[in-house]
């Protein structure tokens, strides 16, 4: 009983946040960069390969909303900082691809959340009283049924956009998702955070 409360207690917290921008940086001396019309390489980094191809699409389709034009990163496979392509090698590809900029975006997960199971209540109510009085008492039970429902994960993104030819960070910033079973919509509203906060900070020309 005190688990099924406890995780719910957990539900409840962590769906209270709402998706929203942790932090971010910004180079003044790069205001309207990229140009419009300009090409950005588009790299998303994380361990699964589903989470890599949906961050890309969805960061792609939000820069062409912005009037860049995406190149998306070959995709090689990486399965975490260890393997992922370095931003040495990044730039060598967006020179090759004639980008300008660098979009790299790292996902991860950051919060767990485990909903409680079902519970079933029972109710006893309403017996007579005694001679002198009447009266009733009622007393009512609840047990979880099962163990705890599906684990739902929170995303946290890390996104930074980088000059091709100075090699200089123009832009950075982190982001976070509540849990939820949608990730896809998840990786969509991060992208179009992350990437409204950017303009916001004078990036992307007009």
Known sequence: ?????LLSMLWLLAGCAGSR????????QFAGQPPRGAKVLV???????????????????????LGAVPVLAPDNGDVGEATAPTEVALLQ????????????TQISPEVVAVAPGPSIGIGIGGF????????????GVSAPLGGAGPAETGYATTASLTDVASG?????????????????????????????AA????????
């Open 199 to 206: 303009r916001q900070a004078g990036l992307f020309a007009a």
């Open 128 to 139: 007579g009283g005694s001679y002198r009085s009447g009266g009733g008492v009622g007393f």
């Open 43 to 65: 790299a998303c980094q994380a361990a699964d390969p589903t989470l890599r191809r949906v961050c890309a699409d969805r960061m792609a389709a939000k820069l062409s909303a």
């Open 21 to 28: 921008i942790n932090a971010q940086w910004s180079d003044p």
């Open 93 to 104: 590809t967006a020179r090759s691809a004639g980008a300008v900029a660098l979009l790299r």
């Open 1 to 5: 009983m005190r688990r099924t409360l």
């Open 168 to 196: 200089r960070l123009m832009w950075s910033a982190r982001a976070s998702a509540p849990p939820s079973s949608d990730v896809a919509q998840q990786l969509s509203t991060l992208a179009t955070l992350l990437l409204d």
